[in-house]
């Protein structure tokens, strides 16, 4: 029986998971308007000067609702 190849583990850092799962995120400087077509475009980071927001798409609303970042 033939041997099978030796998967390689490739280890995170703390950093490396948050760079991954942060980096579906569109960052823009207007705020968004359009309707999402993937449910990871459902979130976006607006960037203007000082001012910094998560918005997350209401799917049920159709409406963009935003936090304030600090």
């Given amino acids: 029986m033939p041997e099978l190849p030796q998967v390689e583990k ?5 950093f490396s998971n948050l760079e991954d799962d942060l ?3 569109d ?3 207007a705020v968004p308007t359009h309707i999402p077509t993937h449910p990871l ?4 980071l607006y960037v203007s000067g000082a001012t910094k927001r998560l918005y997350i798409y209401d ?6 609702y935003y936090i304030s970042l600090t």
């Fill in 10 to 14: 490739i280890e995170k850092t703390k």
């Fill in 59 to 64: 799917s049920k609303n159709n409406t963009w």
């Fill in 27 to 29: 960052v823009v400087s």
């Fill in 23 to 25: 980096a579906f995120l």
């Fill in 41 to 44: 475009k459902k979130f976006v």
